[in-house]
């Protein structure tokens, strides 16, 4: 079945840096786009970050633009989100996302928190 895992959520201050891996099971990761959602307290579920089956292609959300950097390794079947220069209003439940198979499948989230 298919299943996304995601790791590195944490506490990190104004400024600061996270990397957030997805871990990606029971599909040919290699053949599918996936993405990066979050959604903050009281907030819709927003868009962050896309990359492309292969790679090639990018797209990120204004608010994160040049903060943010999403790649993959399809050779580990991994999604990673790189985030720099960390705002508090990036504090958000963050997912993992592939659309396959006519269905959306999420991972269970991490928590990123940014205060001093």
């Known amino acids: 079945q298919v299943q996304l895992v995601e790791s590195g959520g944490g506490l990190v201050q104004p400024g600061g840096s996270l990397r957030l891996s997805c871990a990606a099971s029971g599909f040919t990761f290699s053949s599918y786009a996936m993405s990066w959602h979050r959604q903050a307290p009281g907030k819709e579920l927003e868009l962050v970050a896309v990359?492309?089956?292969?790679?090639?292609?990018?797209n990120y959300a204004d608010s994160v633009k040049g903060r943010f950097t999403i790649s993959r390794d399809n050779a580990k079947n991994t999604v990673n989100l790189q985030m720099n220069s960390l705002k508090p209003e990036d504090t958000a439940v963050y997912y993992c996302h592939t659309f396959l198979f006519s269905r959306q499948y999420w991972g269970q989230g991490t928590q990123v928190t940014v205060s001093s």
């Open positions: 990359i492309s089956s292969v790679g090639s292609s990018t």
